[in-house]
């Protein structure tokens, strides 16, 4: 069993940055590529990241490539999504999730372990 906490989220303005992380603990980390999902109200949660257990292999949707950047640092069995130059149709729940190792995951079904979520709001 992998525990996945997010941090990071919060209020921010149209054109701001934020960082957020994943801590991981429970299991080995480098065993499981990881990604960041997002839900907006009333909306399905969507696929926003995945990144390889090496790093070396990152996918994104279309609308955050050149603003976000998924990376990961296994010996602090942690996950980060840098987000900058960010948009009010960003604004969502925002998750930590675990998938098998040498997959970039982009369907939620793929995934084996979620963190609980965490709020990203950007305001106009």
């Known amino acids: 069993q992998v525990q996945l906490v997010e941090s990071g989220g919060g209020l921010v303005q149209a054109g701001g940055s934020r960082r957020l992380s994943c801590a991981a603990s429970?299991?080995?980390?480098?065993?499981?590529?990881m990604a960041w999902f997002r839900q907006a109200p009333g909306k399905e949660r969507n696929f926003v990241a995945s990144?390889?257990?090496?790093?070396?292999?990152?996918t994104y949707i279309d609308s955050v490539k050149g603003r976000f950047t998924i990376s990961r640092y296994n010996a602090k069995e942690a996950a980060y999504l840098q987000m900058n130059n960010l948009k009010p149709g960003d604004t969502a729940v925002y998750y930590c999730a675990a998938g098998s190792a040498d997959v970039l995951v982009t369907n939620a079904a793929d995934i084996l372990y979620w963190g609980q979520g965490i709020q990203v709001t950007v305001s106009s």
């Open positions: 990144i390889t257990w090496s790093g070396r292999g990152t």
């Open positions: 429970g299991h080995t980390f480098s065993d499981y590529s």
